[in-house]
């Protein structure tokens, strides 16, 4: 969701230019800086982002500069006339008094009038058109560079993903030693807890391993990351918006791979649920960037 556009527009009274940032955000927040004459953009400007955009921490900002026409500095005549009056009687009053130039005039306040140019109601209807116009443009061009960086987090997410699939086989692969696995384990604490006084009887030795197999069970797991895995291959092939569906995915992987690794009764199994957990988090950080 990361993304910059700038667009420059001119009229002849006046130059605009709108400048778009975005950053990574859950949600869509737009931050929005116009103008005071032009706060009658505000409305719209924000209806469009909208519906251009659904995730992202956006800043919004139009800068305009008014041309001066000429003429737009002239002569305060009934001032100046009251300056000219006035200088023979300071004059004579001031001893030693430098020569007063017309520079020395012209610099005194309110001699020379600054005003502002003139916009007709008509004249702005017709510029602030024009800004929405090229407002247009920016938010497509900022869609654009986000696409673009949407198309090369794909590539890392799908990599992502093949990782995830991969070990998703290898704990389906050794969940067929599960059974084996806590028969071992489960007579090696019988051996130490019974020390050689006794012998547990095989019935009671298959029930309990029965019981431990049925808790240990991670095929249902496997099943949904699994399911979740293809899900996700979908979403980043989809055109629509999917970027909190991944983010709801995330956390039903998440959840399947502490199941895996709570239930898990091997060394290698945990290892490959601590591994699936790394690879959850990556894909989870990445996502942030996705709309």
């Not at 940032?21 to 400007?45: A, H, M, W, Y």
């Not at 602030?128 to 247009?136: A, E, R, S």
């Not at 899900?231 to 092939?237: P, T, V």
């Not at 239930?263 to 988090?281: F, H, M, N, Q, R």
């Amino acid at each position: 969701m990361t993304g910059f556009a700038r667009v420059n527009g001119q009229h002849e009274q006046c130059s605009w230019l709108w400048e778009l940032k975005s950053v990574n955000s859950k949600g869509l927040d737009i931050r929005l800086r116009v103008p005071t004459s032009f706060d009658g953009l505000e409305q719209c400007v924000r209806e469009q982002t909208v519906k251009a955009l659904t995730r992202g921490n956006v800043t919004i900002s139009l800068t305009v500069e008014w041309a001066q026409a000429s003429g737009a500095f002239q002569l305060n005549q009934d001032i100046l006339d009251l300056v000219i009056l006035s200088i023979p009687e300071l004059e004579a009053r001031i001893p030693n008094p430098s020569p007063t130039s017309a520079a020395d005039v012209l610099a005194l306040r309110g001699v020379i009038e600054t005003f502002e140019q003139e916009v007709t109601d008509q004249h702005k209807t017709e510029i602030q058109n024009l800004i929405l116009v090229d407002f247009d443009h920016a938010i497509e061009a900022l869609k654009e560079m986000r696409a673009k960086e949407g198309a090369r987090l794909t590539t890392v997410l799908v990599k992502q993903l093949d990782a995830i699939s991969d070990l998703t086989a290898r704990a389906k692969q050794n969940a067929s030693t599960q059974p084996e696995a806590i028969q071992t384990r489960l007579q090696n604490q019988l051996r130490v807890a019974l020390n050689g006084i006794t012998e547990i009887s095989e019935d009671r030795m298959a029930q309990e391993i029965a019981l431990l197999v049925t808790k240990a069970d991670i095929h249902e797991e496997i099943d949904r990351l699994i399911s979740h895995e293809q899900a996700a291959q979908d979403y980043l092939k989809s055109c629509e918006s999917v970027g909190r569906k991944l983010d709801f995915l995330c956390q039903e992987f998440n959840r399947e791979a502490n199941t895996l690794c709570s239930k898990s009764a091997d060394v290698g199994l945990t290892k490959i649920g601590l591994d699936l957990k790394s690879y959850i988090e990556r894909f989870r950080e990445q996502i942030q960037n996705i709309e």
